[in-house]
């Protein structure tokens, strides 16, 4: 141990829970605070075990029992240092400790405390946050809160230009957006949930919710706060900039903000309520050098996230696990990427009352024909029928989508019938059909094989069928449907 002062502090009722402190395993209910660093460090852990503890009810009757000073020391100040150990006791016996607090930080700041020992320099978070720079392509910069929150910047492209962010916290939740080149989110995944984000207008978005079991729902035109966006620097050049910041707590906050309205996303509400996103959001630039030096104080801020080392060690385990971060949400995505082809499709095209979107995953020409309630089907040779359903998407070399709908307050009353036809191309096909209708909504998904017309389902205002993949026998409207293309 380094030849310096050290004070104890001791509680007698629970063990002190805090972030970047020290520890005495030897002592139970003590935390050791280097005398040089004092006014920082101990300040920050104590406040942190009051939050924890209820602040709001201490007395030095119910909360604090003693704080004894222990002085450790190998200079010849020792006599004096006893001397003061005894006057901190006679203090704290009759006060609340955090009356305390401005008296230890006032003999400690004012040199009081004498040491033989070159003080090292204090490490300076900017606004209890500690920003770096990793060195790392995909996740150039970190930053990390001593309330246990990180954030990190994705870069998909150059290492400099973000392309993304995640926020994560100790408890292993996180939210990482996946964002366009002005910072609107185009994709998020949190709690094993996926939202695809589509058609901004204003402070409007849609948005279409998977969730953990793949079941499908979109929302229209969810509401977000999008002054954020006013002046935001898209022009990034530089990893761990104001600016590059500013990008990817504007995402974080706009994502957060939608996905606690669309899931009932609760980590979604810590993420705007924290310190950190505030931070980074009322950035300027006049804070970039505040910003570069608070990298000095990630080791001590990052320690709950498993961090050892300098600063340059402790970046690298930062980038680390956000890159592990990144890929399982990457991963997330792949595995319910045909439930995402058919929700951006639905997004991308006309709804109403009712909207049935077809996609598919071959460079083949397949085809969606909705029956309505009057027996005419809607299909590529009659794009709009007498009700008012319109096929408005007909895709002919592959994937999708292909959609038909009524707008809103127009589609009538009665059974609705849903195929998909086989038209051309080689191989067996794995398709997707979206139906949502008279406020229900339901997917299906199947093969299908050249040649091949498959009756889907059946809906009506009373609701829809469960998946009926029934091949249909070909009768004349079939085939005289099946020749206009």
Known sequence: MADMSEIYLQFSLLPLKTRGCRTDTTR???????????????????????????????????FLHKITGVVRRKSKNGGFMANLTQFLYSIVTRTALIGLLPVMMLTTSCGLIESDDEEEPQAELFNGTAFSVTGNTLIPSVAVHSSGHSMSIISETNGVQPT????????GRS?????????????????NTIYNFDSY?????????????????????VEFDNSPYQNLSTTITEAGSVSAWKF????????????????????????RSSSMMGTCLGMTESDQQKITASASGLPEVAGAFGC?????????????????????SKSEIESKSDAISVTEGALDTGFGDVQV????????????????????????????????????????DGFGPEN???????????????????FSGSGVTNYTVLVQAFGRVRTFTGQISPDETKLITTFSESGISKEMPVRVQKSDIHRKIKTYK
Not at 206 to 221: E, F, K, Q, W
Not at 409 to 421: I, L, N, Q, R
């Open 357 to 396: 979107t077809l996609t598919w995953d071959t460079a083949t020409d397949q085809d969606l024909w909705v029956t309505d309630p009057e027996g005419e089907v809607i299909y590529y040779g009659n794009p709009a029928s007498e009700t008012g359903g319109e096929l408005d998407r007909d895709d002919v």
């Open 248 to 271: 990817a707590a504007v995402s974080l906050n706009t994502a957060a903000a939608v996905t606690s309205l669309a899931g009932s996303d609760s980590f979604a509400n810590t993420i």
């Open 175 to 191: 939210l990482v957006v996946y964002a366009d080149q002005n910072g609107f989110p185009k994709r998020v995944t949190s709690n």
């Open 164 to 171: 993304g962010a995640i926020f994560s916290d100790t408890n």
């Open 404 to 422: 038909v709908f009524w707008e809103s307050g127009t589609a009538p009353a009665g059974e609705y019938k849903v195929e998909v036809d086989y």
């Open 308 to 328: 050892s080392g300098d600063v340059s060690a402790c970046s690298g385990t930062m980038a680390s696990l956000n890159t592990t971060l990144f890929n399982t």
């Open 201 to 221: 207008e204003l402070n409007k978005v849609d948005v279409g919710v998977i969730n953990p079991a793949g079941d499908i729902s979109i929302l229209r035109s």
């Open 28 to 62: 139970p209910f003590f935390i050791s605070y280097s005398l040089p660093e004092y006014p920082a460090s101990a300040l920050l852990c104590t406040q942190h075990f009051l939050s924890s503890n209820t602040a709001a009810t201490i007395s030095p009757g119910n």
